[in-house]
């Protein structure tokens, strides 16, 4: 019932900036908390931020905190992910979750929806 598309990825050079959005479609998106999560070829995804539903509480991986904001927008229908100073170890697929409720956590098997990724590469 939650559709998620994710734009903004490209390639960007070492210590450059890119944002990401994660546009949703559905019914009550604003009672939904966030994710972000990234996968680099032959790795295991990976957790990057998260953001509760009232966007008011976010949560982070320390090999991403300091750099990257997640936030969402005054209509709640778009997060999005700030990522600044980038790195080469940043190079990844990335993708948006969402799951119901208040809860915001850093595990891939708590969420529900996922949108398609979007390709974020960082030359050195």
């Known amino acids: 019932q939650v559709q998620l598309v994710e734009s903004g990825g490209g390639l960007v050079q070492a210590g450059g900036s890119l944002r990401l959005s994660c546009a949703a479609s559905g019914r009550t998106f604003s009672m939904y908390s966030v994710g972000w999560f990234r996968q680099a070829p032959g790795k295991e995804r990976e957790f990057v931020a998260a953001i509760s539903w009232r966007g008011g509480i976010t949560y982070y991986a320390d090999s991403v905190k300091g750099r990257f904001t997640i936030s969402r927008d005054n209509a709640k229908i778009t997060v999005y992910l700030q990522m600044n100073s980038l790195k080469p170890e940043d190079t990844a697929v990335y993708h948006c979750?969402?799951?119901?409720?208040?809860?915001?956590?850093?595990?891939?098997?708590?969420?529900?929806?996922w949108g398609q990724g979007a390709q974020v590469t960082v030359s050195s």
């Open positions: 979750a969402a799951r119901t409720g208040m809860t915001i956590p850093s595990t891939a098997v708590s969420y529900d929806y």
